[in-house]
T-cell receptor
């Protein structure tokens, strides 16, 4: 089955810094989503991005489907950006979302 | 448009008991997926229901079961609870495009503690 790898596993930054999170996947996929899980466990949709580039405020994402990776950019980090960022892809063979292990981001004030 | 609603939010049960969790998807969404997340871990896929049929199933024992009703609301049941079943249970709903799912949205989860 499809393998999804996220890097780095952990990231600690000062407030105001920029960061890039990466998601690699091993096969072609139907779609890709980025989520942020806050400290209370809520999974928040960031981007639904099977290909191309999208921006939403300080966050942007790029998926290069032909090269099987996606990047999530966070600029001018705030403490509220802390949490775990997950990438999930939908398999072509069934409708199951395959999840990466996540990147745990800690933003220090 | 209302989001995904999971009830209850918190639950404490005793080993050996059974529990039923509920998930109401976004209106118009017919796919409901369930996940288990233990502390510090990623999401483990339990099962997915689409139009009242289980379409996919993860690698969980038969104690974990689910169903979906005609209004797309879904329930999952865990029988003979074990301490290791303590976890955050998340439900996601998504629509169905021509060949793929549309964007998946999650509920706030049910935090189950087994004592």
């Amino acid at each position: 089955g499809i393998q999804v790898e996220q890097s780095p596993p952990d990231l600690i930054l000062q407030e105001g810094a920029n960061s890039t999170l990466r998601c690699n996947f091993s096969d072609s996929v139907n779609n890709l989503q980025w989520f942020h899980q806050n400290p209370w466990g809520q999974l928040i949709n960031l981007f639904y991005i099977p290909s191309g580039t999208k921006q939403n405020g300080r966050l942007s994402a790029t998926t290069v489907a032909t090269e099987r990776y996606s990047l999530l950019y966070i600029s001018s980090s705030q403490t509220t950006d802390s949490g775990v960022y997950f990438c999930a892809v939908e398999s072509n063979s069934n409708y199951q979302l395959i999840w990466g292990a996540g990147t745990k981001l800690i933003i220090k004030p | 448009k209302a989001g995904v609603t999971q009830t209850p939010r918190y639950l404490i049960k005793t080993r050996g008991q059974q529990v039923t969790l509920s998930c109401s998807p976004i209106s118009g969404h017919r796919s409901v997926s369930w996940y288990q997340q233990t502390p510090g871990q990623g999401l483990q896929f339990l099962f997915e229901y689409f139009s009242e049929t289980q379409r996919n199933k993860g690698n969980f024992p038969g104690r974990f079961s689910g169903r979906q009703f005609s209004n797309s609301r879904s329930e999952m049941n865990v029988s003979t609870l074990e301490l290791g079943d303590s976890a955050l249970y998340l439900c996601a709903s998504s629509g169905q495009g021509v060949t793929v799912h549309t964007e998946a949205f999650f509920g706030q989860g049910t935090r189950l503690t087994v004592v």
